[in-house]
């Protein structure tokens, strides 16, 4: 039962490169989303999706990129890294029993120098 | 500006005992709050959740309570053990139809629970 899973765990980029991270569920949950932690803000909200082909922007969308071709899949873009985007990021996919609940990832930790 | 606020950045609490997080909140419209709870290196887990209609739920050792004229509730933990030392985020969900409605987090309280 792998739930939501986050690919790749770590990554240090430089700045200007750019990278993709993943994310794939197995619940058959139409709505996902990526946050951003960082010390001291808590979890804030990046992009979100409620189904295949749509996407919206949350709190915090500058400097990233979203798709969402189908319902597993919901890939995170930055195409053009800037240290500001040093962060621990969380995909998340939410369920239908409880009101706002949310299932996330173990996290992937961005490094940008 | 700040709609869901965890004032302590940090809570110590023995072993056996309640631990109480507090969590304020600044709009109304927020329609049900959840406690989610975090171990280094890992992903937030739900916890607990609370309609905004109710003024307490309970779940084992873990109780929400609601006062909405204060806009406060609170995450009573009762024993405390050592396996619950972790992050708790408060959150809160406004609710947009559609599917869209987002959840709103705090900064996260770390309870860490002596020997």
């Known amino acids: 039962n792998a739930g939501v899973t986050q690919t790749p765990k770590f990554q240090v980029l430089k700045t200007g490169q750019s990278m993709t991270l993943q994310c794939a569920q197995d619940?058959?949950?139409?709505?996902m989303s990526w946050y951003r932690q960082d010390p001291g803000m808590g979890l804030r909200l990046i992009h979100y999706?409620?189904?295949?082909?749509?996407?919206d922007q949350g709190e915090v969308p500058n400097g990233y990129n979203v798709s969402r071709s189908t319902t597993e899949d919901f890939p995170l873009r930055l195409l053009s890294a800037a240290p500001s985007q040093t962060s621990v990021y969380f995909c998340?996919?939410?369920?239908?029993?409880?009101?706002?609940?949310?299932?996330f990832g173990e996290g992937s930790r961005l490094t940008v120098l | 500006d700040q709609q869901v606020k965890q004032n302590s950045p940090s809570l110590s609490v023995q072993e056996g005992r309640i631990s109480i997080l507090n969590c304020d909140y600044t709009?109304?419209?927020?329609?049900?709050f959840l406690w989610y709870k975090k171990y280094p290196a890992e992903g937030p887990t739900f916890l607990i959740s609370?309609?905004?209609?109710?003024d307490k739920n309970e779940d084992g050792r873990f109780t929400v309570f609601l006062n909405k004229s204060a806009k406060h509730l609170s995450l009573h933990i009762v024993p405390s053990q050592p396996g619950d030392s972790a992050v708790y985020f408060c959150?809160?969900?406004?609710?947009?139809?559609?599917?869209?409605?987002?959840?709103?987090f705090g900064k996260g309280t770390h309870l860490i629970i002596q020997p």
């Open positions: 709009n109304s419209m927020f329609d049900y």
């Open positions: 999706s409620v189904g295949a082909g749509i996407t």
């Open positions: 959150a809160a969900r406004t609710y947009s139809g559609g599917g869209a409605d987002g959840l709103t």
């Open positions: 609370i309609s905004s209609i109710k």
């Open positions: 998340a996919s939410r369920g239908d029993l409880v009101p706002g609940e949310l299932f």
């Open positions: 619940m058959n949950h139409e709505y």
